[in-house]
């Protein structure tokens, strides 16, 4: 009697026990559960977006210190280009145009000879027009690609003019109101090439500022000019981001052995035998059909 009474104690023990076990694996996979939900929460809600965040900062940082290049190449220096690319951002927050498009017009003036004192303002008169006829990036970049074209000549001819006039900026009005003669003896003055530009771009210039000027202003204060302007603050603000992520993590010395790897990679590879490449190739392949090994879990 009394080894039955052992042996149900003993049992009920295990029992007991097992029960015991069984919550406490059930409680464990519900925590597991619990915590990958979670994560999956935070890689969703948290963790991709801070990954997409800091691949655009780096991206624009990226952009920016090419541009820091060119403009440097333009300037003589990369302290000019620093400060040009600082008044030029400043412009922009000013306008409703974007700070690249404006680097873009910026880079075609200087390429076709105008000097870094005379981007901003001609640009501003510029802006004026193509805000008063309510275009964007592409007219801006059909005016500024006609005035560098007469800068680059030296003179007025009808090509320049006529890609003004179809902008919508009435040019030989302005030239011939500038020079007192009327719009045919213009014309024929441009002809026979006797107008410099150095005489024509002011007067057209001066001409665009009597009928444009102040209309960027007002367009920055629409609903679009304001879009514009905080996008403008964002990438800027992106761009020190990426700045400080691509020191932090030594990006450049990081991605440049990166490529001296791939290179050796490469070059082995290249030394191999044709059945070797071949095996390699299909062991890959192999690994890649099977896909991740799920780990052991308990019953």
């Given at each position: ?6 042996i149900n ?16 694996l ?7 559960k619990?915590l990958?939900s ?7 809600g ?14 624009m ?6 541009s820091?290049?060119a403009?440097g ?5 990369a302290?000019?280009?620093?400060t040009?690319?600082k ?5 922009a927050?000013?306008?409703p ?10 880079k ?6 105008f000097?870094a004192e005379?981007?901003?303002p ?6 004026d027009a193509v805000?008063?006829l309510?275009g964007?990036s ?15 000549k030296g003179?007025?001819s009808?090509?320049e ?7 919508g900026i ?7 109101n ?5 719009i ?5 003055l441009?002809?026979k090439?006797?107008?410099s530009?150095?005489?024509?771009i ?5 001409g ?5 000027g ?9 609903l ?6 905080l996008q ?10 990426g700045?400080?992520i ?5 990006l450049?010395n990081v ?5 001296d ?10 030394s191999?035998?044709p059945v070797?490449?071949e095996l390699?190739?299909?062991v890959?392949?192999l690994t ?6 799920q780990?052991f879990?308990?019953?």
């Amino acid at each position: 009697m009394a080894n039955e009474v052992a042996i149900n104690l003993t049992l009920n023990g295990v029992e007991a026990l097992q029960s015991g076990l069984n919550r406490s694996l059930s409680g464990v996979r519900k925590l597991e559960k619990d915590l990958t939900s979670m994560g999956k929460q935070l890689t969703v809600g948290l963790t991709l977006p801070i990954l997409g965040i800091g691949t655009a900062a780096v991206k624009m940082a990226g952009d920016m210190e090419q541009s820091r290049i060119a403009f440097g190449t333009l300037l003589g220096s990369a302290e000019k280009a620093g400060t040009f690319l600082k008044d030029l951002a400043d412009f922009a927050s000013k306008t409703p145009f974007g700070f690249t498009e404006l680097q873009d017009a910026a880079k075609r003036l200087m390429a076709l000879g105008f000097n870094a004192e005379q981007v901003i303002p001609v640009m501003t008169n510029v802006g004026d027009a193509v805000a008063a006829l309510g275009g964007r990036s592409e007219l801006i970049d059909r005016i500024t690609l006609a005035l560098g074209q007469m800068q680059a000549k030296g003179k007025v001819s009808a090509q320049e003019m006529n890609q003004l006039a179809e902008a919508g900026i009435p040019a030989w009005a302005m030239l011939a109101n500038k020079i007192g003669v009327s719009i045919p003896e213009a014309m024929k003055l441009a002809e026979k090439g006797a107008i410099s530009s150095s005489i024509a771009i002011p007067a057209i210039l001066e001409g665009m500022n009597q009928r444009f000027g102040g209309m960027m202003a007002k367009q920055s204060n629409t609903l679009l000019g304001i879009w514009s302007n905080l996008q403008d603050s964002l990438k800027l603000t992106l761009v020190d981001i990426g700045s400080a992520i691509m020191d932090a993590f030594d990006l450049k010395n990081v991605l440049g052995r990166l490529v001296d790897f791939v290179n050796q990679f490469k070059t082995w590879f290249s030394s191999l035998s044709p059945v070797t490449k071949e095996l390699i190739i299909q062991v890959a392949a192999l690994t890649a059909s099977i896909g991740p090994i799920q780990p052991f879990r308990p019953c």
